[in-house]
């Protein structure tokens, strides 16, 4: 095959690439380390804790897929990360839109109006810019480089199990807050599950994403990203574990769900890095 026929990735594309995993590690930092302090570092005031270390997560769970993204030239390594960006910023900016009463527009402290403003600011930017720029990409002539590294059948199955739920439960928490709140393992908020919600439609397109391009070799960053959003969810577990009703079925079911999350993550990350040792070798 000619390498010249290699769709290329948009400078544009990488560039907001590049942008987003700077912005999401400075509110990953905020939610996951001052996550009782969100009244002054963060756009709203989140409670509880565990809340917002579960959207910090998140964040920083994001910032691998997206640095690393960035700086892929192919475009069949950056395409996974940008479904699932694009859905989880377009859904943000809705929830922000419905919910604006509840942001810190009016907080006394100088650094929190500015914090929420740009928060605004960025969701109201990154989807339209990353949409325009998703669509100038598809119509850009190229092929994919063949698949050359599948993933075994059962990977693929627990990712679209996984995505599955990610985007069911995702979806009602977003358009039904008021149903899921009480079967949530936690107290939550019409907000704050609409931001969980949002989170878990984005992460489950990443999953479904993930097994469609079916080849280790594209999906190495996105590996490495689902591991440690695994990783970071069970630690969260660790720091808060006293705020879950353990008695609910939910509370055990969400346990083993981002267990499950942690183990094709982390096997994901040997298997893409096993592939790309073998290439050099």
Do not use: C
Request: without cysteine; charged residues 10%.
């Amino acid at each position: 095959m000619n390498i010249t026929n290699i769709k290329q990735t948009l400078p544009g594309m990488r560039i907001v690439l590049y942008a987003a995993s700077f912005l999401v590690l400075s509110v990953g930092i905020s939610l996951y380390l001052l996550t009782e302090m969100t009244e002054v570092y963060f756009s709203w005031t989140i409670n509880p804790p565990l809340t917002a270390a579960f959207l910090g997560a998140g964040y920083l769970a994001a910032v691998p897929l997206e640095f690393l993204s960035a700086r892929e030239k192919v475009w069949a390594k950056t395409r996974p990360a940008v479904p699932g960006v694009w859905v989880f910023t377009f859904l943000t900016l809705i929830v922000t839109l419905i919910h604006l009463d509840r942001f810190h527009f009016d907080s006394p402290f100088f650094i929190t109006r500015a914090g929420t403003w740009v928060w605004l600011g960025v969701y109201v930017f990154v989807p339209v810019a990353m949409g325009i720029l998703w669509v100038i990409q598809i119509r850009r002539s190229g092929i994919d480089p063949p698949r050359k590294a599948p993933l075994p059948v059962w990977v693929r199955v627990f990712l679209i199990v996984q995505g599955g739920i990610m985007l069911i439960f995702g979806g009602a928490m977003l358009l039904f807050p008021e149903m899921m709140v009480p079967i949530w393992p936690w107290m939550l908020s019409p907000l704050t599950s609409r931001a969980i919600g949002a989170w878990g439609v984005g992460i489950g397109v990443l999953a479904l994403q993930a097994a469609w391009e079916n080849d280790w070799r594209r999906l190495n960053h996105f590996a490495v990203s689902y591991a440690l959003y695994g990783v970071l969810q069970i630690v969260n577990l660790l720091r808060y574990t006293s705020t879950l009703d353990w008695s609910r079925f939910s509370a055990v079911a969400y346990a083993i769900f981002f267990l499950s999350v942690t183990l094709i993550g982390v096997y994901g990350t040997w298997a893409a890095r096993r592939i790309k040792q073998d290439q050099i070798s």
